[in-house]
């Protein structure tokens, strides 16, 4: 069992940063991937970035928001720049006991409580 807990939300004006991350217990190294998807009030969870021994990003937040995994921390941590009001929303951690580009999150195994990122002036 993994269990996965987000901190670093709140609210923030627009253009500012925030830095989410995402604990977990026991091990989630290399076999593992990791994501971090969101979802508004009234819209559907969408992707917003996974990583493996490689990195992918939706589209919306390509040049924005990094990635990144502290694997002796057994962390995870999404930087997120420039942000924006549509950037708002419910952030969520999950992991997948296996290696995959990591978009769909029905693929996943193990999902944290969520935190809330607002941006608004």
């Known amino acids: 069992q993994v269990q996965l807990v987000e901190s670093g939300g709140g609210l923030v004006p627009p253009g500012g940063s925030l830095r989410l991350s995402c604990a977990a217990s026991?091990?989630?190294?290399?076999?593992?991937?990791m994501g971090w998807f969101r979802q508004a009030p009234g819209k559907e969870r969408e992707f917003v970035a996974a990583?493996?021994?490689?990195?992918y990003y939706a589209d919306s937040v390509k040049g924005r928001f990094t990635i990144s995994r502290d694997n002796a921390k057994n962390t995870v941590y999404l930087q997120m720049n420039s942000l924006q009001p549509e950037d708002t929303a419910v952030y969520y951690c999950?992991?997948?006991?296996?290696?995959?580009?990591?978009?769909?999150?029905?693929?996943?195994?193990?999902w944290g409580q969520g935190t809330q990122v607002t941006v608004s002036s």
């Open positions: 026991g091990q989630t190294g290399s076999s593992y991937t």
């Open positions: 990583i493996t021994w490689r990195t």
């Open positions: 999950a992991a997948a006991i296996k290696v995959f580009p990591g978009r769909t999150w029905s693929q996943y195994d193990y």
